[in-house]
């Protein structure tokens, strides 16, 4: 019975060994597999959920949000273009960074009179950042007018100032107690993710207004840009388009806060434009190319936002818009480097064809 019993003992320790010397899966493979499996299972529900989210598949909350960024990306675009065309591209730039100051004052203020830290109120922080931007608008012209400095430079001066304050006032918010709770840093990088339904409507609503806007006063905006003696002359309010183009700029700017960032809302008003401005050279067709590549950048962007909700919504968005300029700038008939590198191998072969004393003519 002892020697039965001993046998058996040595036959399991005996089957452990004899697995590890058969070419048995080696140790850890079958975390790794696992692991890989789960990477893979991730990426492909990643596509799924941006493939849904980009069909307006994703649920009514995300297809809100959809919405809302194509209507911040045609104001963007249609908006951007009246800016580069007046060329206060720099000021819209100011306005954006001025509003970190003005967020984080309008945090202090209403969380010290409604006394709950971790509460926001987006409308409330938008009259803040608006405010702010306003002043450093303000500032901008004042030092244009009554100093001898450029309008480069003062906006340059005013933009790093105000952002300066802002940091020094969102590092005092942060102190609060559950002032992060407030989502503050995504009106800085952008969040889509966060993104609430009235959050989304307002977006939208801002969006639709400066486009309605824009869509009025394209006309005299055109006019003052080309000519402004002849809008003169003709008797157009110059301040007032200036301030009207000043105002819809402000909020776009204003509506884009929460989805694409304070810090990146500037390129929604600067790179459609960009671009389109390489496929055309009508003003008509700028207008509405400009829009429709910022809507398609920021309908892009923000489904991939809600593929990955740990990203940051502004910087994909820009990135989306980042490329399609690269494609325009390379692939554009007339302005792109591919059509010029062809027109100068055209024009240089039709000079040596040309050319009686090429490289034909000196061997003869």
């Known amino acids: 019975m002892s020697f039965a019993c001993g046998l058996d003992a040595l036959t399991r320790a005996a089957r452990p ?26 990426e492909t529900s990643a596509l799924e959920a941006f493939v849904d989210a980009l069909l307006l598949g994703g649920g009514y ?23 580069m065309l007046h060329r206060q591209s720099l000021v819209v730039d100011a306005f954006a960074h001025a509003t970190l100051p003005g967020v ?5 203020v209403h969380s010290g009179i409604e006394g709950v830290a971790y509460e926001r109120s987006l409308p409330v922080l938008l009259v803040g950042a608006g405010l702010a931007g306003v002043a450093a608008v303000g500032a901008i012209a004042f030092l244009t007018a009554r100093t001898r ?11 790093s100032a105000s952002f300066g304050l802002g940091i020094v006032l969102l590092s005092i918010a942060r102190r609060r107690s559950g002032a992060d709770q407030a989502g503050l840093d995504g009106l800085i990088f952008g969040a889509t993710a966060s993104m609430t339904r009235a ?36 008797g157009l309010p110059l301040r007032m388009i200036d301030g009207g183009l000043a105002a819809l700029a402000a909020a776009v700017a204003l509506a884009g806060l929460q989805a694409v960032g304070m810090l990146l809302v500037v390129a929604v008003l600067v790179i459609p434009p960009t671009a389109a401005r390489l496929w055309t050279a009508t003003t008509g067709r ?21 593929a990955l909700p740990n990203a940051p919504a502004g910087a ?29 191998r055209a024009l240089g072969r039709r000079l040596g064809a040309s050319d009686p004393s090429g490289p034909e003519a000196s061997r003869g």
């Open 149 to 159: 400095l450029s309008t480069d430079t003062s906006t340059a001066a005013v933009s």
């Open 17 to 42: 060994l004899a697995s590890e010397s058969v070419g048995a899966e080696p140790v850890g493979a079958g975390p790794v597999a696992a692991m890989q499996l789960e990477r893979a299972a991730t």
């Open 286 to 306: 700028l207008l509405w190319l400009s829009a429709a590549l910022g809507a398609v950048s920021a309908w892009i962007g923000a489904a991939l936002s809600a």
């Open 104 to 108: 984080a004052l309008a945090f202090l």
């Open 199 to 234: 959050d989304a409507v307002l977006m939208g609503a801002l969006a639709a207004v400066s486009i309605a806007l824009a869509v009025v006063l394209h006309r005299p905006l055109i006019a003052a840009a080309f000519n402004r003696r002849f809008a003169r002359a003709s």
């Open 316 to 344: 994909i968005i820009v990135l989306v818009a980042a490329a399609l300029f690269t494609a325009s700038l390379l692939a554009a008939p007339r302005r792109g480097i591919l059509a010029g590198w062809a027109r100068r």
């Open 61 to 83: 909350n995300t297809t809100v949000v959809l919405i809302g960024a194509a209507l911040l990306g045609v104001a963007g675009g249609l908006v951007g273009a009246f800016t």
